[in-house]
Nanobody, 122 residues
């Protein structure tokens, strides 16, 4: 079983930055592709970004390309989502996700974090 714990959410003004962290525990972190989804109030959860198990491939939703960066530090057992140029429409609950293969949809995600709120004020 893999437990995912997110941190780093909060309130920020438009144009600002936040860094989300996700610290998996319970199994070897390196064997999993990791990523982030978000759920805007009243909408379905959507893919944001993911990174392969070896860290050599990254994927981004078009809406965040050029503003968000996903990375992983296997030594610290942590995956990060650096968010810059934040917009009010980025306001959502952000969920960390893990899967045995690379992903851009929920279909193969096996593990989810509890979510962390990001609020961007205008």
């Amino acid at each position: 079983q893999l437990q995912l714990v997110e941190s780093g959410g909060g309130l920020v003004q438009a144009g600002g930055s936040l860094r989300l962290s996700c610290a998996p525990s319970g199994r070897t972190f390196r064997s999993y592709a990791m990523g982030w989804f978000r759920q805007i109030l009243g909408k379905e959860r959507e893919f944001v970004a993911s990174i392969s198990g070896r860290g050599d491939s990254t994927y981004y939703a078009d809406s965040v390309k050029g503003r968000f960066t996903i990375s992983r530090d296997d030594g610290k057992n942590t995956v990060y989502l650096q968010m810059s140029g934040l917009k009010p429409e980025d306001t959502a609950v952000y969920y960390c996700a893990a899967a045995l293969i690379g992903f851009t949809t929920e279909a193969v995600v096996g593990y989810w974090g509890q979510g962390t709120q990001v609020t961007v004020s205008s």
